[in-house]
């Protein structure tokens, strides 16, 4: 199988290339090397010897249209990740994710390519689930500024203010993305199964959850937790800890989510015409962030964190995934576990 892999230049479609090579298939990858991603002192090498580079921007029609020729499934990693800077960054979030997406998507109606496996994220979710003792499966909102000052970091109940107990949320949650990233990524959901329906394609999202491992791209506003912390360890520091460090995530390893992207990529032909279907791609094994900084320090050498009260407007408290569906349907499971995950991870090269 011949598969074109946009953003594979980047963390995750980088590790993408390397899992479908490995099971024998050919990759055309197309990335626009975006600043934001490759500063300029680490632009990626050139690509490995018999490996097809397109450096192209997913909203080039004609650089897209001819990258599909012979192509018989697209994996669309592309995007623009992190919180960004400030608002002000909505409008290139919006052209690389959602128009990017529609261009991709267009091309892919007029060429004939059918199957599409897209990197989609838990940040549709927003705050993940959530129990009241008294009002069962509740929906908290967005935390307010005066609370999370005041230190009162955990969301209560909408109708009765107790306290909640966070749990795993399944792919039929209610979409609820809480920052620009987040509507961003939902909104490629919707594209991908509008354009499933018009063009009788199969579309499949997997709604990655923390993804973390080596190549992850050091801390830059687009990055993610993980390469925070192993970026104040190697400068010596402490890593800082956000709120109480209590937030719960599910830390998943690229290899195992590249893992997912292979086998999806491989199963999705024999797949319903027209459908649409999105899959938590999780370790299925919850951890908090305090864990995980305590753990890579420790696996570093380096200071132990710093728990700062610190937070960000717009990050959620608790958001784990029940991966179940992927299990069953497609037997991947994550094989790198947490402790071994985040040990090989404190040494591993970071990206620019
Ligand atoms: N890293 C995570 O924890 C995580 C979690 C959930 C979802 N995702 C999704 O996974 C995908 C890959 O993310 P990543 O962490 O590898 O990020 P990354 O920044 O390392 O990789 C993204 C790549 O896409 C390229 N790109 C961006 N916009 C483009 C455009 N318009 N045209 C062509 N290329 C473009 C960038 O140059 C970069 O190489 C993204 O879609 C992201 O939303 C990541
Ligand atoms: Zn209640």
């Not at 199964?193 to 993804?211: D, E, F, I, Q, T």
């Amino acid at each position: 199988m011949r598969v074109l892999v946009t953003g594979g230049a980047g963390f995750i479609g980088s590790h993408v290339v390397e899992a479908l090579a490995e099971r024998g298939h050919e990759t055309v990858v197309f990335d626009a090397l975006l600043p934001s991603a490759h500063p300029e002192t680490s632009r990626p090498p050139r690509p490995p010897a018999g490996q097809r580079w397109i450096v192209a921007d997913v909203r080039d029609r004609a650089a897209v249209r001819e990258a599909l020729r012979g192509v018989d499934a697209v994996c669309h990693q592309a995007a623009m990740v992190g919180l960004g800077k400030d608002f002000a960054d909505a409008p290139e979030y919006v052209g690389c994710n959602d128009l990017g997406t529609a261009v991709l998507l267009a091309e892919m109606a007029g060429s004939g390519v059918r199957d599409l496996v897209l990197a989609g994220s838990m940040v549709v979710y927003g705050e993940g689930r959530y129990e009241c003792a008294r009002h069962g499966v509740v929906r908290p909102g967005p935390r307010a500024a005066a609370d999370l000052d005041a230190g009162r970091f955990e969301p209560l109940c909408p109708d009765c203010g107790a306290e909640l107990t966070p749990g795993r949320v399944g792919e039929d949650a209610p979409a609820d993305p809480r920052n620009v990233y987040a509507s961003t990524k939902l909104a490629q959901e919707h594209l991908a199964a509008a354009w499933a329906r018009a063009s009788g394609g199969r579309a499949v999202s997997l709604r990655y959850h923390n993804v973390y491992g080596p190549g992850m791209p050091r801390d830059t506003p687009y990055a993610g937790v993980a390469s925070f912390f192993r970026s104040s360890l190697e400068r010596g520091e402490a890593p800082r800890v956000f709120e109480d460090g209590c937030q719960r995530r599910d830390f998943v390893h690229v290899r195992d989510v590249a893992a997912a992207n292979a086998v999806m990529l491989e199963a999705v032909r024999e797949r319903e015409a027209g459908a649409f279907t999105a899959y938590n791609t999780g370790s299925g094994e919850p951890h908090t962030v305090g864990e995980m900084a305590r753990e890579l320090s420790r696996a570093f050498g380096g200071p132990a964190p710093t728990v700062t009260g610190e937070y960000r407007l717009g990050d959620v408290r608790h958001i784990t995934a029940d991966s179940g569906r992927l299990r069953a349907e497609l037997g991947w499971r994550a094989e790198v576990g947490f402790t071994e995950g985040m040990t090989t991870f404190a040494k591993s090269p970071l990206r620019g």
